[in-house]
Structures are given as structure tokens and as C-alpha cells.
């Protein structure tokens, strides 16, 4: 699911809806350059001192050049000042989710995972994350392999985690990333008549399904460009 998917949503959506971490790389393209469907949202402690800012600006900077040139000397790079940090440190500067963006575009989904795994409930903003994250790794790692079949089961374990979490708790992310994951396993007709119902409805999703139809044909052409250049390496 992808990491991360949250200025792309902006960009699509022109959604108004504050989230929770940085704006990493605002020149950039998100819709073909972002690796879609999973938004790590992890809470972090960012202080802005010179030597953190120093530290977060030289991974950035590694990440923009490779979505710039496709070099992956420039992930390695990033890697080593990455690895220079431990767990505790990744949150205080707020490259948890770079760490684990650059594991994914260099393939290492284990090392993802065990660090999710690893990762403290406490650190996720909300309490399906953390699950979302784990299976939307496993899906990803299974498409690498192209084991269809298990990477639509765990999209499948998501769309019915967030159904549930949607369903206890007004999210405008959780259902945005509920139907950019349904885009990974359903035609997209399927989705947009979901929507419309939804939308015609008197729910309280009903501007967001509005706002998601709209956008929907561009989302899921943009999340399957993005999955298909996240796993060429």
C-alpha cells in the first residue's frame, strides 16, 4: 500500500484536511513518484535544532535525487545515514517513515516489516495502523514475487480492517486510504458505483466519496504506476 500517500492525496483530492507529518517533498510529482497506499502516520517528537534539521534535510535530499535521476547510489546513501540512527532517534527526527520508504524502494520489505514490528503501539497516531502498515509490506512484497494471490489477501485483511475503524470513527484519511487500497483488487467500476451510493447518500462520507469519484480513475492509474516503479528493484 504505499508508502506514502499523503501529498499525492492532496494533489488529487484537494482535500483540507490537516494530517500529522511533514510535507517531504513538495516540488516533486507525487502522483507517478510516490510509492502509493500505505501513509505512515507515525507521531514523532520533531525539534528543530540544527544538527536534526542538518540530518533530515541530507536523507531528503538523497530521496528527492533519486526520484529525480533514479540513481540508487543515492538510496544507499540515505541508508547510511539512516542506520547511523536508532529506533528512538528515527521518530525524535521524524525519518521513521524515510526509513521506511527507502527499505521499500530498495526492496528490503523484512527490514520494513521487523521495524514496524518493532515499533511501539504508542508511536502510531491511530490504532490500526499498525496492522495497516504490516499487511500493506506483506502485499507488497508478495506483488515483487508476483504472488498475486496473497497480495490481494492482505488488501483484503486491510479494506476490512479500515471498514471497521470507518465505521467506529469519522476518518477522512482512514477512508480515503480505504479505497485507494480497494483499487489495488477492484475494477475501478465496482469502486466508483460504491462511491456514488455513498456520496447520494446522507452518511458522513458522503463529500469524501463525492471528492474520491471524482478522482478515482487517476488514483488508481497512479497507484498502479507507482507500485509497478516501486518494484523494479
Do not use: W
Amino acid at each position: 500500500m504505499i508508502i506514502f500517500a499523503k501529498q499525492y492525496l492532496i494533489k488529487i483530492l484537494n482535500d483540507t484536511h490537516k494530517f500529522q507529518y511533514h510535507n517531504l517533498y513538495p516540488q516533486m510529482d507525487f502522483l507517478v513518484k510516490l510509492i502509493p497506499c500505505m501513509i505512515l502516520i507515525l507521531s514523532s517528537c520533531y525539534h528543530s535544532t540544527a544538527t536534526k534539521d542538518d540530518m533530515y534535510s541530507k536523507v531528503n535530499n538523497e530521496i528527492v535525487s533519486y526520484y529525480n535521476n533514479c540513481d540508487i547510489q543515492h538510496l544507499h546513501q540515505a541508508k547510511e545515514y539512516l542506520e547511523s540512527l536508532n529506533d528512538d532517534e528515527l521518530f525524535d527526527l521524524g525519518l521513521a517513515e524515510q526509513n521506511v520508504r527507502v527499505f521499500v524502494l530498495l526492496q528490503r520489505f523484512d527490514d520494513a516489516i521487523s521495524f514496524i514490528e518493532r515499533t511501539d503501539d504508542a508511536k502510531f497516531v491511530k490504532r490500526y495502523q499498525k496492522p495497516y502498515y504490516m499487511h500493506s509490506l506483506l502485499a507488497m512484497k508478495a506483488e515483487t514475487k508476483n504472488d498475486t494471490i496473497s497480495a490481494a489477501e492482505h488488501y483484503s485483511i486491510i479494506i476490512e480492517l479500515l471498514h471497521n475503524y470507518i465505521d467506529s470513527e469519522y476518518d477522512e484519511t482512514a477512508f480515503y486510504e480505504l479505497y485507494l487500497t480497494k483499487t489495488k483488487i477492484l475494477p475501478t467500476a465496482t469502486i466508483e458505483n460504491e462511491l456514488d451510493s455513498i456520496a447520494n447518500g446522507n452518511g458522513p462520507y458522503n463529500k469524501c466519496a463525492l471528492n474520491l469519484k471524482n478522482s478515482i480513475l487517476r488514483i488508481a492509474e497512479s497507484v498502479n504506476i507507482a507500485t509497478t516503479q516501486a518494484i523494479k528493484y
